[in-house]
């Protein structure tokens, strides 16, 4: 993008269009660029290459990043970003900054592991098969990060304030607004739910001439079934048939939402007292977070206590290899939550074949993954290059997810202190995105338009 004159306030949609994932937004104030998130394309091939292809601008070019939180789909680029050129500071807010330490090192060393099973195993294309970023990358990005509290305002450049909003989701997770030259515009990044059993409700946004708004959920409403009902069914139907629940789960947000229902549910004895394992070394350090922000969640001291008391924690390979070894009945929680990779793809070689077990899929499935593939039906999945029989019982809960649904989107909309100029609609697959536009246009009465991938906005007067 060539270089704009002082005074031009643009917007550049580089990610989330027509997908779930790869949240990256350029924001051109002046002379000045700011990149709000920094996210992977995950799912289907043709957006993953995305991340291998050359960055749409010059990250040497970029001055500041601002992250809305840190899952991968938001930040995990940041360490291939920093290796490009980029050298300027990277914000968000204190949980957010401490999550990321634990997630990119972690993503690090699973792509390093990916390539390096590949290379062994001769599965790649690629000869030798390479990470598209090292362990050693992701905590050299790390010295970057600089944390900011809700409500403080900042300059990431010079001419330019911004500000944080709880946005709920998961810990740290944050609407990002920048103001330039009398003009705002807010990020909703990630929108959680109002009544959530662990986060905290998402706060209104900030007064702004302009909003992007995500629309994960954009084309449905969340059931009103409890999570606590849904889980407790399929954790009796399976311990009655001494099955394995293996649940693909999300480390941050998700892992910590299903130990604690499940600890309630054996506590009131609901459900039968089963070994419950959380083979995730990423999502044990993240669950020892919210004791560190207890103010981000609704989880007391007794509650963390209970979770701890119920689960076993898997630390080392060698204890994730002897679960597989294992009887049930059981629960296995383990990332990555849409069966992109990591320790869960392991437990489903060694128990998707069984009937008496179950998958349980408890978050947004995008398309091309795994994880959307058990959703659908499939009967079989590919994983690390061998063909893996799905006899067990697929279970995708309903109430687990972590974003808001249409319905909640619109009602944090309708909190803005006036009407937007427009309502820029992504990080939602097409039937998603343009339901919520259609509905944000008939029932708030607002400009709303789902950009292509690219699309260059003006956002001056």
Known sequence: MPAMPAGDFRLQFLGANATVTGSRYLVQAGNRRILVDCGLFQGYKSLRLRNWAPFPVDPGSIDAVVLTHAHLDHSGYLPRLVRSGFSGQVWGTHATVSLCGILLPDSGRLLEEEASYANRKGTSKHHPAEPLYSQSDAQHCLRRLRGVGFGQAFEPVPGVQASLRMQGHILGAAAVTLEYQGTRITFSGDLGRPHDPVMLAPVAPADSDWIVSESTYGDRRHPATALVQELREVLRRVAARAGVVVIPAF?????????????????????????????SPMATDVTALYRQYPDLHRLDAAALDAVQRTTQIVSSVEQ??????????????????????????????????????AIVLCGFQAGGTRGASLAAGARSLRIYGQDVAVNAEVVPLSAASAHADADEVLDWLRTAPRAPRTVFVTHGEPDAADALRLRIERELGWHAHVPEYLEQVDLAP
Do not use: Y
């Open 320 to 357: 994730s290899k002897a679960l597989n070894r294992r009887k049930g009945p059981m629960v296995i929680v383990s990332a990555s939550g849409m069966a992109t990779g990591g320790r869960v793809l392991h437990h489903l070689i060694a128990f998707a074949p069984d009937p008496r077990n």
């Open 251 to 279: 480390a941050v947000g998700r892992a910590q939402l299903l130990l604690h229902v499940i600890a309630q549910l054996q506590a009131s004895g609901e459900v039968p007292v089963v070994p419950v394992f959380l083979n």
